[in-house]
């Protein structure tokens, strides 16, 4: 906790980053850009030497406890295209909080930036905003006009943001001082850099204009550019998130990598296995459609933390799998989502997932890039503006064969 809420471990993340980027090698004669990508949510406030205040963490408990009249300050769901959300997943929850409980820090910052702009400032110097950083559910900025929310121009934050820059723009060289104490070339060029799941997005929106995106992780996000908003509706985790051209994007979204680590315990994941899945299946173990617990042969509920209880590790395994293909289904068939289904991230590998994907949803593909999909991301908007695409690497998951008999068990079930 710093000045009373948790904050981010910004010196630590200095520290990696700088051992990381020292620890190159030779390879580090070769760089010639650097595009800072990281998750939504967060927001850095500068002063007269660096940081104003602690960055916040938008798990905070305390950003539930939010002036009684910050709902209907927010504005409409149609305007922000994001609902109010839990703990800091608003950005503009976390600036309200901290005007109220620490006015005096919040005073000190001259200049806002998200979280990737404040890395892409420290490598450079220069600040800047993103829209893809700004519109991540953020109820700062209007992704259908394409300019920041009533709610950050009456409250007057939207003034203090650094520019708005294009994720793929180049702000400037790397500082001096940094170069020559890391060992990289003075005239490596620092982009302005971008959302993480836009980033992974990114890598796939020159070549396949129309489809739907799962990108998984902590959080499994399902992305569907070209698909009408008028799915959306403020309810659940379903929001438009904003690409790194500007385009409102229908995404839905649930902690998927939390949820696993919770099934599986100490189980490694990687344990699941099509054997396992339909041992269980036969058996009569289901998913509880509150997508919080499983149901036990015997009818019993059992939470997911517990799971250790009743499975072994290859059980648990498929059982994570199993309840990520149903929530990541459930997104895209509530989106109404365009387009073929490509999985990229941990999950791109796991057999289990993808073959029930597949016995859910038509056309599914998965990534088979050696390259995680969010360094993917980055490695194309550094190419952005090159004429010649790098066109995705995915393979076609076969529907299973047994689909119709698997179908009646990959429901919710009450």
């Not at 620890?23 to 580090?28: S, Y």
């Not at 979280?115 to 953020?138: D, I, R």
């Not at 500082?175 to 990114?202: F, K, M, T, Y």
């Not at 489809?211 to 985790?237: C, E, K, R």
Request: hydrophobic share 45%; net charge negative.
């Amino acid at each position: 906790m710093s000045e009373g809420y948790r904050a981010l471990d910004t010196t630590g993340t200095e520290a990696w980053l700088s051992a990381t980027l020292a620890g190159m090698g030779d390879l580090r004669r070769a760089v010639r850009a650097i595009v800072p990508i990281t998750h939504g949510a967060a927001i850095a406030g500068l002063g007269q030497s660096g940081l104003a205040l602690p960055i916040p963490d938008y798990e905070f408990e305390g950003f539930d406890q939010r002036a009684a009249d910050f709902a209907s300050r927010t504005g409409t769901f149609e305007e922000t295209l994001s609902p109010v959300l839990p703990l800091g997943l608003n950005m503009a929850t976390q600036l309200e909080w901290l005007q109220r409980h620490v006015p005096d820090r919040f005073a000190a910052v001259s200049e806002w930036l998200p979280y990737a702009q404040y890395w892409a400032w420290w490598l450079s110097g220069v600040s800047s905003s993103e829209v893809s950083s700004l519109g991540c559910h953020t109820l700062l900025w209007n992704p259908s006009a394409g300019h920041w929310s009533r709610l950050a121009q009456s409250a007057g934050w939207a003034a203090r943001f650094a520019p708005v820059r294009r994720a793929w723009e180049t702000l400037g060289f790397i500082r001096a001082e940094l170069a020559q104490r890391l060992g990289l070339p003075l005239g490596v060029q620092i982009l302005c850099g971008a959302h993480d799941s836009n980033a992974c997005l990114a890598r796939y929106l020159r070549s396949l204009p129309r489809m739907t995106l799962v990108s998984s992780g902590t959080w499994v996000v399902v992305m569907a550019p070209g698909t009408p908003l008028n799915a959306l509706d403020g309810h659940g985790d379903f929001l438009a998130n904003v690409s790194i051209r500007g385009d409102a994007v229908p995404t839905g979204r649930f902690m998927g990598g939390r949820d696993i680590e919770r099934i599986c315990g100490d189980a490694d994941p990687a344990l699941a296995s099509q054997a396992h899945l339909r041992k269980l299946i036969a058996a009569g173990v289901r998913i509880h459609e509150s997508g919080r617990a499983l149901i036990l042969p015997d009818a019993r509920l059992l939470a997911f933390e517990h799971a250790a209880e009743a499975f072994d590790p290859k059980e648990r395994a498929t059982l994570a799998a199993w309840h990520a293909a149903l929530g990541t289904a459930h997104c895209v068939q509530t989106l109404g989502a365009l387009g073929p289904v490509t999985v990229d991230g941990p999950l791109s590998t796991n057999e289990v997932y993808l073959e029930l994907l597949a016995a859910l949803l038509p056309d599914v593909n998965a990534s088979v890039d050696a390259i995680e999909g969010t360094a993917r991301g980055g490695y194309v908007l550094a190419r952005w503006t090159e004429p010649t695409t790098i066109a995705p690497r995915v393979r076609q998951i076969a529907c299973p064969a047994d689909a119709a008999h698997l179908q009646p068990a990959l429901a919710l079930a009450a």
